[in-house]
């Protein structure tokens, strides 16, 4: 069995002297140490349910290196059920590195920044809604790159390469946990799973037995890697996110399903008024695979309706 230490972080006081805390829970010791991080968007909740199930193997396997978990990092928007920080309502993905004596998501995210730091591979574990499970990869080159592809590549899921560009910059995805532990050379990237302020069960799994492959890559724990069957799986690397937005609200009904390949102009779906007119066909200007589906039914203008894999 191994060893196992949880601590809590406070943060600040709540006005009824209370404290807002992280829950900090360190399994074994010394190197490899691998950082996982969940749930720094309030109303994403398997994340949690993936490190309740990794404590659970962890009581009864041994360990090699540290797994240090933060069982959730946004504990005002969980307790919330909101993906921001409720009280100043800020993207906490968008303040990494954060401040010790700043705003209290800025607080909160120099906390995790600096726990996650000192690991030797770190994964920030999200969702996006109804997907098949990926992992996003930052815009980086070198040696480093190199590395973050390797460990990304063992855990069995599809990998993605960032937005292009253009959108990279503008949603402010540099200042988001990964890319500010590469910068301190610290191999990082995201691993997004299904569900949402609902925890999804089958995409705890799959979170499990993906983490469960990256520390048997790591040296970590004696056993073989787990294949992941649940969802389909892109294998061809070189593939990036890109999404496709409606141009008009109204209840939307997809054509096409999760991991399936879709040729450019082939219509995903329509959007429809109320009296079921079509107000649009919903198409992608590249060839690709379908990442995620809608969210929801009904959709407004210019919202991501799916999720795409894309080539340039």
């Known amino acids: 069995m191994a060893n196992m230490k949880v601590e809590y972080i406070p943060i600040a006081r709540r006005l009824d002297g209370s404290y807002i805390q992280l829950t900090k829970m360190t399994v074994g010791s010394g190197s490899p140490r691998l950082f996982l991080g969940a749930s720094i968007h309030g109303d994403e909740l398997t994340p949690i349910a993936v490190l309740w199930r990794l404590v ?3 009581k009864v396997a041994e360990v090699r290196g540290s797994l240090i978990m933060l069982m959730g990092m946004n504990p005002e928007g969980i307790a919330f059920g909101t993906r921001y920080e409720p009280y100043f309502k800020v993207d906490m993905n968008r303040v990494y590195p954060g ?6 998501p800025r607080r909160i995210a120099n906390v995790v920044f600096e ?14 809604g109804d997907c098949i499970p990926y ?8 040696e480093i790159r190199e590395r973050i592809m390797e460990y990304a590549g ?6 993605l390469d960032e937005y292009e ?7 402010r995805l540099g200042e988001s946990l990964p890319p500010k532990l590469i910068e301190e050379n610290v191999p990082a990237f995201t691993l997004e799973l299904p569900g949402g302020v609902n925890i999804d069960w089958t995409g705890v799994n799959v979170g499990y037995k993906a983490i469960i492959n990256l520390m048997v890559k790591l040296g970590m724990v004696d056993t073989s890697p787990v294949s992941i069957d649940e969802y389909p799986v892109i294998g061809e690397k070189g593939y990036r996110r890109h999404d496709v937005r409606s141009s008009s609200a109204g209840i939307i ?3 096409v399903k999760l991991g399936e390949y879709v040729e450019k102009f082939t219509p995903l779906g329509v959007i429809r008024d109320l009296r079921g007119v079509i107000l649009e066909w919903v198409r992608c200007e590249k060839s690709g695979y379908v990442v995620a589906m809608p969210r929801r039914s009904v959709v407004y203008p210019a919202d991501r309706v799916f999720l795409m894999a894309v080539k340039d």
Do not use: K, W
Not at 115 to 128: G, M, P, Q, W, Y
Not at 135 to 142: M, T
Not at 154 to 159: E, H, I
């Open 99 to 104: 401040s010790g004596d700043g705003i209290l």
């Open 154 to 159: 063992s855990m069995g899921v599809t990998v």
């Open 253 to 255: 009904e997809p054509y």
């Open 165 to 171: 560009e253009e959108q990279y910059r503008a949603e």
């Open 135 to 142: 992992i996003l990869v930052d815009p980086v080159g070198g």
């Open 56 to 58: 659970e193997y962890l």
């Open 115 to 128: 726990i996650a730091r000192e690991s030797d591979v770190a994964v920030d574990i999200h969702t996006s």
